[in-house]
């Protein structure tokens, strides 16, 4: 399909096959004319055996000497080498009516013509005579048309680099099969032809436009057209050779690709030519020649733009220089750039009939402007970006070289959100909001992120106060983290206009984290509130690393924990058995302090963590686990919940008892010891009478040890392992605990797993007693105390003396029992076999034993329990 400008409108359609589209330019202005072809793959009229090709013929020199002369549309002429430009450039012009500059209606008239080839089946006479007269009808009404319109202007033609005569407008070459070059055809564009052409305008065409991903896969595809570019670039310079021609051919030998030879034109510029930060500060001249570039190693923007412009050309590349405006050194989130010069350089080049983009200036490094100098950091990102990323950060002059089907305004491009070249890399995409500024509503703002692939994030907030910045905690922000992108709330501390910047990196890595974006702030009202704890596990809630680390779900999540009482439970799921550890973090609470405002419980499938909070206002709990039987691994941080107390807070005195374990209540630790069937399943037992029993089973049969703790202790004269009993019968085990007063306890309970070791501890329990009676303590037990030993009364260890108590007591194999004192008063045996007997305390000694013969050969009385007589000295 072969297009061009027209002004008149008609429509015709002649067989099928291909369809031509023509106008006539306008004589009072000039215009570039492009060409544009379709070959159908059913034409099967041709007899000559010929083709239409894409390509304009351009005038002769006779033709232009001559301007009356005309040249009929079936003449072939030989094409004649000018100064390289051409009469027509590929465009597509869609068929219908469109408006000239002047408001002028723009009418298309189609033709069709329908060509066999040689060796094809002939159509019927009456067929192809139709065919051909189509054809010449065609022409000639073209050719006609082309002289009405150049006899109708009496000034001729004004003067333009494009400028095209009604001749050259009518041409069309025509040439065998047999002739037409294999191949990609390539022209040779001068520099100063190139300049010339910047004038063009880039105008969209039919097909479908090519991305940067259908243009290449990846930047592995050129490793030695690169490799190629770097060693002979630096041969070149050993050599003392500056000359753009000569790089240019050098660079690009062995390149079989127009988009090969741009890259290798790419990385020689981005190797070889460092940014010129003093010429740019005015400290010293500005260099902009392309020798003069070369061979001082460093330019500016224009300096890459231009040799990319001329290198480019010398190998048959067609390549423009674009100026506009580019957020790069200096630039602010919401400046403006309206009645502003443009302030940056780049390059667009032509590659298979598209235009595409790219910034050797931008992909050669960085500028640190605090220290003025340039870091060398190749950025694959601004070769051949797509045109809907690239204008995130460079707005041309000319809105035609944004190549966006529909271009956006500069007071857009002001408002986009600033991207690095990384979120691009990171594959980010923004949520909210659409563009960089943001306004706070009662006192709070929101930025959130999507991502595609799992990505850590951090932020920084600075507050902008004329030209001086300040930075502000990342407190007043709370970030959190998932698998498909970020939220970050910001609460700023105060009236003003601040800078946020946004920072990522692939997740569960300890690399750097780059900046991918910022946004600009304005708080017009500050909200009321406390400062945040600091986070330096970046995020709230739980980490993305948290399930491949074990965690299967959390009550709780990200949002803010309020808490009226100042306790709270944090209970997480676990698909394998971890180990846990949790920090609680306030302004006011020192690290001893916290210690004791924590109890976690570790069970097979699930983690506890119980809190309490002393003071208000917020705090910071992070949660850390490993694998439970992999000692050697550390710890790692899984997540992070911000708690806000709004009440009085938990008493100091009422926090829970130091040195408590990680391992409180039943858990890993008592079912490896195969001890199960607790019947207080939490780590924390409230008893408001005192008392209370706690039982289990001890399926090993190991012997048990339990340690009361309680600090202070303001009762004194009895140990505290007096208040507590152990009883078990077959496999069953109660342990009773008795408390001498209010308060918080730890009760520890240890196992003697095998004879030659010592006691390991399985766990802790927490015990709160809010009763005022002082219950007083079990009676002492001896090594005869043993399994299936039961005392049923008296239970307490403390006897009023002269009185009379009742004694029943279980005790299996023993032959005779009796409770020695100032007498010994011997118990008998019932059918229950409970022995039990009526005991006189006396008061000449200061207790009574409970003893026992064992062996039926012995009189050997062994001790089982003791019980103290009260007294002035010891009375409860």
């Not at 002429?77 to 390289?84: I, N, Q, R, T």
Request: charged letters at 20%; a neutral charge; hydrophobic letters at 35%.
């Amino acid at each position: 399909m072969l297009m061009a400008c027209c002004r008149v409108i008609q429509q015709e359609k002649m067989g099928n096959g291909l369809r031509v589209m023509a106008e006539i330019p306008d004589p009072k202005r000039s215009l570039p004319l492009r060409s544009f072809h379709h070959l159908n793959p059913h034409n099967s009229n041709n007899n000559n055996n010929t083709e239409i090709t894409e390509e304009a013929y351009p005038r002769t020199h006779q033709d232009s000497k001559n301007p009356q002369s005309t040249s009929k549309p079936g003449d072939l002429k030989k094409p004649v080498s000018s100064d390289g430009a051409h009469a027509l450039e590929d465009a597509h012009i869609p068929s219908g009516t469109g408006t000239t500059k002047e408001g002028e209606t723009v009418l298309q008239q189609e033709w069709q013509l329908e060509v066999l080839s040689a060796g094809e089946e002939r159509r019927t006479p009456s067929s192809t005579s139709r065919s051909i007269q189509c054809r010449r009808n065609v022409f000639e009404r073209w050719a006609a048309l082309g002289h009405e319109s150049e006899a109708s202007s009496s000034l001729g033609r004004p003067t333009a680099k494009r400028q095209l005569s009604a001749e050259s407008a009518q041409t069309f070459r025509v040439v065998k099969k047999s002739t037409v070059m294999q191949g990609p055809r390539r022209e040779m564009v001068s520099p100063a032809q190139g300049r010339d052409r910047a004038a063009l305008i880039p105008r969209t065409v039919a097909l479908k436009k090519k991305s940067r991903k259908e243009l290449f896969s990846s930047p592995e595809v050129f490793r030695k057209v690169d490799a190629h570019a770097l060693s002979t670039g630096k041969e070149l310079r050993a050599q003392g050779i500056y000359s753009v021609q000569k790089i240019g051919q050098t660079i690009t030998q062995g390149a079989v690709s127009d988009l090969e030879r741009v890259r290798a034109v790419w990385t020689w510029l981005c190797h070889n030519i460092e940014y010129d930060v003093s010429g740019y500060l005015g400290l010293s001249e500005k260099l902009c020649s392309p020798e003069h570039v070369i061979k001082a190693g460093k330019g500016v923007c224009c300096g890459y733009s231009s040799i990319c412009l001329q290198m480019c050309s010398e190998v048959g590349i067609e390549c423009r220089e674009i100026s506009g405006h580019g957020k790069g050194i200096g630039y602010r989130v919401g400046q403006s750039y309206q009645n502003t010069k443009s302030n940056h350089m780049w390059n667009a080049v032509r590659l298979g009939g598209q235009w595409f983009l790219l910034d050797a200036c931008w992909g050669a490094g960085t500028v640190d402007i605090e220290s003025k100098t340039f870091m060398p950091r190749y950025d694959e990102f601004y070769f051949l970006p797509d045109p809907e990323d690239f204008i995130d950060t460079h707005c041309p002059d000319e809105p035609q070289w944004q190549l966006l089907d529909h271009p956006v305004p500069l007071e857009e491009f002001e408002r986009r959100v600033f991207k690095t070249s990384e979120f691009y890399r990171m594959g980010l995409t923004v949520l909210y909001p659409k563009h960089s500024h943001l306004l706070t509503v009662n006192g709070e703002a929101t930025v959130s992120l999507g991502c595609r692939r799992p990505l850590d994030f951090t932020y920084q907030i600075s507050q902008q106060s004329g030209v001086i910045t300040q930075d502000v905690s990342s407190s007043f922000g709370l970030l959190t983290i998932s698998r498909m992108g970020m939220k970050l709330k910001l609460i700023p501390p105060a009236c003003g206009i601040y800078n946020v910047k946004i920072f990522s990196r692939p997740a569960n890595t300890a690399g750097t984290f780059h900046w991918v974006c910022s946004f600009q702030l304005e708080c017009p009202e500050p909200q009321p509130s406390e400062e945040l704890p600091e986070n330096p596990f970046l995020s709230w809630g739980l980490q993305q690393n948290a399930q491949a680390l074990g965690l299967k779900e959390c009550s709780h999540g990200a949002e803010p924990i309020m808490l009226e009482n100042g306790s709270f439970e944090l209970v997480v799921r676990t698909s394998k058995p971890l180990m846990l550890l949790c920090e609680l973090v306030h302004k006011d609470l020192d690290t001893c302090l916290a210690k004791r405002c924590l109890a976690t419980q570790i069970e097979l499938d699930r983690l506890t963590c119980h809190v309490l909070c002393p003071y208000r206002g917020y705090y910071r709990l992070s949660v850390f686990v490993r694998d439970f039987n992999r000692r050697e691994d550390p710890f790692q941080n899984v997540g992070n919940f911000l708690l806000k107390c709004t009440g009085s807070g938990i008493n100091l005195n009422e926090l829970f008892p130091p040195a408590l374990s990680t391992s409180c209540g039943p858990g890993i630790k008592t079912a490896q010891a195969g001890i199960s069937k607790f019947s207080h399943t939490g780590a924390i037992i409230n008893t408001q009478q005192g008392k209370c029993n706690i039982t289990f089973h001890n399926s090993r049969d190991l012997e048990l040890h339990a340690v009361l703790v309680k600090e202070p202790l303001k009762t004194s004269g009895h140990p505290l392992s007096r208040h507590v009993l152990f009883t078990q019968t077959d496999c069953k085990v109660t342990v009773s605990v008795s408390l001498p007063e209010a308060g918080i306890y730890k009760l520890g309970l240890y196992a003697k797993t095998d004879s030659s070791q010592d006691f390991s501890h399985l766990c802790d329990y927490v015990l709160r007693c809010t009763s005022e009676n002082r219950w007083p303590p079990f009676p002492s037990t001896y090594s005869a105390w043993r399994k299936g030993c039961v005392l049923f009364e008296p239970r307490a260890g403390m006897l009023e003396p002269l009185s009379r108590v009742r004694f029943r007591v279980r005790c299996p194999g023993a032959h005779s029992i009796c409770v020695v004192g100032e007498s010994q008063t011997d118990l008998q045996l019932n059918k229950s076999r409970v022995w039990e007997g009526e005991v006189f305390t006396g008061s000449a000694v200061p207790e009574l034993k409970l003893a026992g013969k064992f062996k039926s050969e012995s009189s050997d009385m062994e001790v089982i329990l003791s019980f103290s007589l009260l007294n002035n000295q010891n009375e409860l």
